[in-house]
T-cell receptor, first 110, second 115 residues
């Protein structure tokens, strides 16, 4: 079992839709999570980070952690074609290594 | 000015050959990493170095040998290349500590194809 799991998609939505991207994690000893976005043939770039449970909002993006179910989510409001990318959730393990999920490919059509 | 730069961007080579990838960061970070991304986009950590010292070696075959001459550089040498080594290799750097977010800054990747 991978430490962080994601549905690989692709997830196809029309422009303006609300997108929900989800991950599950197995190691509950560490509660520091990150979401990265990766465009085709580029390196991943940090979108958001969040500690423990609750919500964190940044513009059209909201990151949510549900500690009880070991679930992390990223919501994108008013999705745009420029949001089309692969989204990778990640968990810091002991502040030594950042472990990534398999990534979900998102396609937003105009 | 690129923060994390890797060379070469593309490598195409035959099985059994040896190849190297170089990485340099100008962010002043003390920790550098090598990740491997397979065709399904799974990004897996291989090595990490902190101030030139190996911190993590994620059960990578010993055909892979990282080397950090100083904290701004991390190179990866691969001996006796196999078909399964075909992937995109990403270098990354971060500054780990309570005052930092721990964000990893990635290079653009080096796409290795073994024929």
């Amino acid at each position: 079992q991978k430490e962080v799991e994601q549905d690989p998609g692709p997830l196809s939505v029309p422009e303006g839709a609300i997108v929900s991207l989800n991950c599950t994690y197995s190691n509950s000893a560490f509660q520091y999570f990150m979401w990265y976005r990766q465009y085709s043939r580029k390196g991943p770039e940090l979108l958001m980070y969040t500690y423990s449970s609750g919500n964190k909002e940044d513009g059209r993006f909201t990151a949510q952690v549900d500690k009880s179910s070991k679930y992390i989510s990223l919501f994108i409001r008013d999705s745009q074609p420029s949001d089309s990318a692969t989204y990778l959730c990640a968990q810091w393990i002991g502040f030594q290594k950042l472990v990534f999920g398999t990534g979900t490919r998102l396609l937003v059509s105009p | 000015d690129t923060a994390v730069s890797q060379t070469p961007k593309y490598l195409v080579t035959q099985m059994g050959n040896d190849k190297s990838i170089k990485c340099e960061q100008n962010l002043g970070h003390d920790t550098m990493y090598w990740y491997k991304q397979d065709s399904k986009k799974f990004l897996k950590i291989m090595f990490s170095y902190n101030n030139k010292e190996l911190i993590i070696n994620e059960t990578v075959p010993n055909r892979f040998s990282p080397k950090s001459p100083d904290k701004a550089h991390l190179n990866l040498h691969i001996n006796s290349l196999e078909l399964g080594d075909s992937a995109v290799y990403f270098c990354a750097s971060s500054q780990v500590g309570v005052a930092n977010t721990g964000e990893l800054f990635f290079g653009e990747g080096s796409r290795l194809t073994v024929l």
